[in-house]
């Protein structure tokens, strides 16, 4: 059975920094695309950042570059969004998707798989 589940979000001040972790199961990981995508309410849930099977291709949405990195573990089957200088305009539930096809195109078109979602608060 593939799954994916979220985890690290919370309540931060602005400012402040999350790491979120997704861990997956069922996937020949090492062979998809996975990425982050957020969804705030009312609005459509947004691609944040995606990463290539083999490492080397990254893409970031322009609201989160030079703040946010991605990153990801074969060996743990994990992948992890590590979020800083976070701005309350970046509350969201935050979602983990593969992309089975390994497309290295970031969207939410191309995604096979989702996880449940983490919601992070930014707030003082």
């Given at each position: 059975?593939?799954?994916?589940?979220?985890?690290?979000?919370?309540?931060?001040q602005p400012g402040g920094s999350l790491k979120l972790s997704c861990a997956t199961s069922g996937f020949t990981f090492d062979d998809v695309q996975i990425g982050w995508f957020r969804q705030a309410p009312g609005k459509e849930r947004e691609a944040v950042s995606c990463i290539s099977s083999s490492h080397d291709v990254t893409h970031y949405a322009d609201s989160v570059k030079g703040r946010f990195t991605i990153?990801?573990?074969n060996a743990k089957n994990t992948v992890y969004l590590q979020m800083n200088s976070l701005k309350p305009e970046d509350a969201a539930i935050y979602y983990c998707g593969v992309d089975e096809a390994d497309t290295d195109y970031c969207s939410t078109i191309v995604i096979d798989y989702w996880g449940q979602g983490t919601q992070v608060n930014v707030s003082s």
């Open positions: 059975q593939k799954q994916l589940v979220e985890s690290g979000g919370g309540l931060v990153s990801r573990d």
